[in-house]
């Protein structure tokens, strides 16, 4: 049987296996039942980031759990769907296992990059690095991306790192996913917007910016050739971004596609 595959989907933050989601399994199975939904008419997958809450692996072992959701990735991969994962700041330590073993690039980029898709020009990435950020986040963001570091960090044992990991997670994440928040801040706002400014000066044809990171669901021109989307969450949302080749649209997935 031929499918015809014709769109390209984007999602990101689901930080599945992040301990202040009270039911890991049901969080677990919705994305699954998500992806299930689009792989017929899928021909790639943009995952932009923190789609894991924790992820390290060592050179022989990897973390438990996520069955479901890698075996879908791979069942996909096998059918011909592409799937591109960019790093993002929780799930930063994507080596060469997953890549490897369901099929998938692996993209770790500082703040994104230009692709074109259907011969559209976009620009994607995560979204934590697009744009100025403050001193203390850049300095550690090059800390947990130094392979000195990483060398050093894979030699502690699981049992140490990982509560450390998510309990961390937790503590940054709290209170900021119930309610949703409506809108990026002021701050993040203009931050945002003059990185998109500036691609567009850059790349005359660009006619979307992809991000994630920010938890906030935003579909707003940047000029007018440019549109800028922000992904949202899969933690108090269900968003996600689908192009067919000439538009993109932001949606909110209720269980059908």
């Known amino acids: ?25 049901a969080h677990e199975n919705r994305i699954v039942a998500f992806l299930r939904a689009i792989e017929a008419d899928a021909k790639a997958l943009y995952l932009l980031g923190d789609i894991l809450d924790y992820w390290f692996e060592y050179r022989t ?18 059918a011909g769907v592409r799937i591109i994962w960019f790093t993002g700041n929780h799930d930063i330590w994507l080596f ?48 947990f991306h130094n392979k000195v570091c990483q060398k050093l960090y894979s030699g502690l044992h699981p049992r140490w790192t990982l509560p450390f990991a998510h309990g961390w997670s937790s503590h940054s994440r709290k209170g900021q996913c119930h309610p949703p928040v409506p809108r990026l801040s002021d701050r993040a706002h203009s931050v945002v917007m003059d990185e998109a400014r500036r691609l567009c000066e850059a790349y005359p044809d660009l006619r979307y ?18 549109r800028l989307l922000v992904l949202g969450n899969w933690i108090s949302e269900s968003t996600y971004a689908v192009f067919d080749g000439s538009d993109i649209s932001l949606r909110e997935w209720n269980g059908e596609i």
């Not at 072992?61 to 096998?78: I, N, S, T």
């Open 209 to 226: 910016i992809v991000l994630g990171h920010h938890h906030v669901a935003v579909d707003e021109p940047v000029t007018s050739e440019c």
């Open 61 to 78: 072992v990897v973390p438990r759990g996520y069955v479901r959701f890698f075996g879908q990735l791979a069942r996909m991969a096998d």
């Open 96 to 143: 060469d296992y997953l890549r490897d073993e369901i099929g998938m690039e692996v993209v770790d980029v500082k703040g994104g990059i230009a692709r074109r898709i259907d011969g559209t020009l976009f620009y994607m990435g995560h979204g934590d690095m697009f744009g100025r950020q403050p001193t203390g986040y850049r300095i550690l963001r090059s800390v």
């Open 1 to 25: 049987m031929n499918v015809r595959r014709t769109n390209t989907y984007f999602i990101s933050d689901v930080h599945l296996g992040a301990r202040y989601i009270s039911d890991a399994r």
